[in-house]
């Protein structure tokens, strides 16, 4: 298994431009997730999906766009870059079961906004 | 407003030390109370704890709950230096909605 995977790795952005960060997960689970991590602040909940066709907003949700058409891919649009949005950015999925919620994450992705 | 608040920020100690780390919430709706550790990329998976009084091992680390004061405690000891990171404490708030602390940076010296 895989696990989550996330591409890309890093990206530097131009202010106003747009892009999809993807997310994938072979583990099955009903439960997706977008955080981004700043300094000194933990990570904060952006988009979340509870199943395919399902999407709903966290706690940071303006700049950014989900959609889950499949169980496996959670892809993160922002639809036009600012420099506020320059953070690391990590997907995450677990089990919708609350007694088995243990969130499995991604690698990251490091975006710069310019 | 829903928060998690965790403390010490920043701790240095070293090998050997047992470390108390506390994260304390307010929610409206509280699921379960997780551990993560958060070495150079993705945070780790610790624990998770719903109920208050248990305490949940693994090694050299433990965790308890106490839903009646609304915070956990995450206690390590005899630490090593491999034990640097940052600890991360979440909530879920409400259907998977999981709200993170700050983290606490560990720095564990030979």
């Known amino acids: 298994n895989a696990g989550v995977t996330q591409t890309p790795k890093f990206q530097v952005l131009k202010t106003g431009q747009s892009m999809t960060l993807q997310c994938a997960q072979d583990m099955n689970h009903e439960y997706m997730s977008w955080y981004r991590q700043d300094p000194g602040m933990g990570l904060r909940l952006i988009h979340y999906s509870v199943g395919a066709g399902i999407t709903d907003q966290g706690e940071v949700p303006n700049g950014y766009n989900v959609s889950r058409s499949t169980t496996e891919d959670f892809p993160l649009r922002l639809l036009s870059a600012a420099p506020s949005q320059t953070s690391v950015y990590f997907c995450?999925?677990?089990?919708?079961?609350?007694?088995?919620?243990?969130?499995?994450f991604g690698p990251g992705t490091r975006l710069t906004v310019l | 407003e829903d928060k998690v608040v965790q403390s010490p920020l920043s701790l240095v100690v070293h090998e050997g030390d047992t470390v108390t780390l506390n994260c304390s919430y307010e929610v409206t709706n509280f699921r379960s109370l997780l551990w993560y550790k958060q070495e150079k990329k993705a945070p780790t998976f610790l624990f998770m704890l719903t109920s208050s009084g248990i305490e949940k091992k693994s090694g050299r680390l433990s965790s308890i709950l106490d839903k009646k004061e609304l915070f956990s405690i995450l206690n390590i000891t005899a630490t090593q230096t491999g034990d640097s990171a940052v600890y991360l404490c979440a909530v879920d708030a409400h259907n998977n909605d999981m709200r993170f602390g700050a983290g606490t940076r560990l720095t564990v010296k030979p």
């Open positions: 995450a999925s677990s089990y919708w079961d609350p007694a088995y919620n243990e969130q499995f």
